[in-house]
T-cell receptor, first 113, second 113 residues
Framework: DSGVTQTPKHLITATGQRVTLRCSPRSGDLSVYWYQQSLDQGLQFLIQYYNGEERAKGNILERFSAQQFPDLHSELNLSSLELGDSALYFC????????????FGPGTRLTVL | GENVEQHPSTLSVQEGDSAVIKCTYSDSASNYFPWYKQELGKGPQLIID?????GEKKDQRIAVTLNKTAKHFSLHITETQPEDSAVYFCAASRGGGADGLTFGKGTHLIIQP
């Protein structure tokens, strides 16, 4: 158990809908990262937050957004969902930004029908 | 941006033998190189990492080597055991505060009894 928690574990929704995935980092960790894992694209970095502020962006679509709250938990919002958004979404956390180990949560499996 | 190539995609070894997985990266500014193990239905688990100022790091049966000149790094697992069967991912990042990981495509390691 990495100490990173994610909810829900599974999510099934329809095209065009909007969903919110939630992540609680390890106790004391200030940095949160979101990754998408799919069969065709592999593991891809989406976005990083550090102590409430956006720090880096990867291959995140404009339909996706995230935020980190004062209690350091983070939410990833996915809107106008398409079939191709079906994937595993992982959250990771690290103590601080820069050269630090990232610990991954168990993931949320999103299925868009 | 960074591109990480990982080989082989599948590796089958006899229990007790050694396994080697190789990765190359393209961005000479990358400074942090972690390895993750992912079991079915779970999130990636950090097993070892290496930073650019170190050429080799060992932790019990696993070791990682880094050649910055050639821009490649490798994972070595000795005395393989059935519980080593999993998918292994290499990754790279620049660190420095904005440090989303760029992952390789993964290696499915199969330990034959």
């Amino acid at each position: 158990d990495s100490g990173v928690t994610q909810t829900p574990k599974h999510l099934i929704t329809a095209t065009g809908q909007r969903v919110t995935l939630r992540c609680s980092p390890r106790s004391g960790d200030l940095s949160v990262y979101w990754y998408q894992q799919s069969l065709d694209q592999g593991l891809q970095f989406l976005i990083q937050y550090y102590n409430g502020e956006e720090r880096a962006k990867g291959n995140i679509l404009e339909r996706f957004s995230a935020q980190q709250f004062p209690d350091l938990h983070s939410e990833l919002n996915l809107s106008s969902l398409e079939l191709g958004d079906s994937a595993l979404y992982f959250c990771a956390s690290s103590a601080r930004a820069g050269y630090n180990e990232q610990f991954f949560g168990p993931g949320t499996r999103l299925t868009v029908l | 941006g960074e591109n990480v190539e990982q080989h082989p995609s599948t590796l089958s070894v006899q229990e007790g033998d050694s396994a080697v997985i190789k990765c190359t990266y393209s961005d000479s500014a990358s400074n942090y190189f972690p390895w993750y193990k992912q079991e079915l239905g779970k999130g990636p688990q950090l097993i070892i990492d290496i930073r650019s100022n170190v050429g080799e790091k060992k932790d019990q049966r696993i070791a990682v080597t880094l050649n910055k000149t050639a821009k490649h790094f490798s994972l070595h697992i000795t005395e393989t055991q059935p519980e080593d069967s999993a998918v292994y991912f290499c990754a790279a990042s620049r660190g420095g505060g904005a440090d989303g990981l760029t992952f390789g495509k993964g290696t499915h390691l199969i330990i034959q009894p």
